[in-house]
């Protein structure tokens, strides 16, 4: 059984497993072809191998399968995976500053913002997508002065470690954080 969609040919091998055969050519206009949904090195190398410019690393705002990974924890897998081949673009529960340069430093090359531009647009209209849009980046700015990152490029190399809150250990989804130690280049001068 063998279904096209648009440049993509999705078939079913003889274990009844869908398989994306290739992508074929950009579309005519020629846009770059992005796989979105990509959370592991597999992903990675199926999406690759189809001829995918790049990937897309969401889980579709956590709803679509429950008790899936969040996208947090599977980025440094695709990165890995990557290589360098295409850029990697991440979404995920980005809410602050702080998150963006997270994801950045653990490899992303872009990174995608969703809710809360709805919740700017929905509170202010356009003042309030351009109020979040600064926030965002004085948030940004401010974890890069505190950890001596100049660029986005030194935010690439900054050094990050999980740690458990000593807190409630009750809840252990909310006992487990990631901290930002410094610019792994010049010894940070805060």
């Known amino acids: 059984m063998t279904d096209t969609y ?20 950009p579309n005519a206009k020629g846009l770059p072809v992005i796989v979105k949904g990509v959370n592991c090195a597999e992903d990675v190398e199926v999406a690759l191998t189809a001829g995918a410019d790049g ?15 969040a996208t ?47 919740y700017g647009l929905t509170l202010g209209g356009p003042h309030g ?24 490029k030194d935010v690439k190399h900054a050094r990050l470690t999980d740690f458990q809150y000593a807190g409630d250990i009750s809840h252990p989804a909310l006992t487990r954080g990631c901290a930002i130690l410094s610019y792994r280049g010049q010894p940070n001068q805060v």
């Not at 990937?55 to 990974?69: F, K, L, M, S």
Request: proline share 4%.
């Open 6 to 25: 648009q440049n993509g040919i999705i078939s079913q091998d003889s274990d009844g497993d869908y398989v994306l055969e290739k992508l074929g050519t």
């Open 55 to 69: 990937v897309y690393v969401t889980n579709h705002g956590g709803r679509e399968i429950d008790g899936a990974p």
């Open 72 to 118: 947090i924890d599977v980025l440094p897998e695709v990165v890995e995976a990557v290589n360098g081949r295409c850029p990697v673009i991440f979404d995920g529960g980005v809410r602050r500053g702080s998150h963006v340069f997270k994801a950045l430093a653990l490899g992303a090359d872009l990174v995608g913002i969703g809710r809360p531009y709805l």
């Open 129 to 152: 997508v351009a109020s979040i849009i600064n926030e965002l980046n004085d948030e940004l700015k401010i974890d890069m002065q505190l950890t001596g990152c100049k660029t986005i």
